[in-house]
């Protein structure tokens, strides 16, 4: 018997992103992660939810509606990333001194700062405030690209932190800090890489057909499913080092049900 599989790798991608992203809501729901990781947990959701949203909207609304919902959304789900940044830097970083801290984030910041201001076009200003929807959608746009590429660079400079400094500060190698960040920082790299080997292969290809041009659009499906794939890797990454628990987790649940420990260090378990 002859099986025909009509599903695309995007179509497989999809289908196992979504339930990887609905198996790491369990995990980190019914294993109580989520109480320490409220910020990283409403991400996962966001993900989700632009994830079934655009299988289910996408032909069924005009362009214009569809284009408002799904900016909309990429904008918030930027500024929850940026603050999954912050929650993860904060956890991974509890015990290093206030000002040793500050100046950490004011020298990461100004990496990105650079970045944003040389990586990336920069539509004209009087095009972004001409005052049209259009011209607020093409702002917000911007707003979500540049801040999603400022928490790329952020969680990518967080997790070499980690790697040189987290045992040092208390961001173990089996925390779920440190490994959350790990994910962070590849699925970023990632990210990063492929934006950038995208905008060499744009800017020095010169299709001569259009079977050329087929071509380069062909290797930019690959990149992208590459990219997802890698990203699918560090969503079961998550769900299996979330569902686990941390060294000494479990001797401390259970002196906390005892009512052995004390208060703040129940919270922080």
Request: aromatic share 8%.
């Amino acid at each position: 018997m002859h099986l025909n599989f009509a599903f695309t790798s995007v179509q497989v991608l999809w289908v196992l992103t979504f339930a990887a992203h609905l198996v790491l809501l369990v995990v980190l729901l019914g294993r109580d992660r989520a109480r320490r990781f409220p910020w990283f947990t409403a991400g996962i959701a966001l993900a989700a939810l632009r994830l079934i949203s655009s299988r289910l909207l996408y032909g069924r609304l005009p362009q214009l509606t569809m284009s408002e919902i799904f900016i909309v959304l990429a904008d918030i789900s930027s500024v929850v990333a940026l603050l999954v940044v912050g929650e993860l830097a904060r956890r991974a970083f509890g015990s290093v001194q206030r000002r040793t801290l500050v100046i950490w984030a004011v020298a990461l910041m100004v990496v990105g700062g650079l970045v944003l201001g040389f990586w990336g076009p920069w539509p004209a200003w009087k095009t972004l405030t001409a005052g049209s929807l259009l011209s607020n959608l093409q702002l917000l746009q911007l707003v979500a690209q540049k801040i999603g590429l400022l928490v790329d660079v952020l969680s990518i400079a967080l997790g070499l932190l980690v790697l040189l400094f987290g045992r040092r500060y208390g961001a173990g190698w089996r925390s779920h800090a440190q490994q959350i960040i790990i994910g962070l920082s590849t699925a970023s790299l990632g990210q990063v890489a492929v934006q950038a080997i995208w905008e060499i292969i744009a800017k020095t290809a010169v299709p001569h057909s259009m079977a050329e041009y087929e071509r380069i659009l062909g290797l930019r499906e690959k990149l992208l499913n590459g990219n997802n794939a890698v990203y699918l890797l560090v969503l079961v990454w998550w769900v299996v080092c979330l569902w686990l628990n941390e060294p000494g987790g479990k001797r401390e649940a259970e002196a906390a049900s005892a009512g052995e420990l004390p208060k703040d260090a129940q919270e922080q378990g």
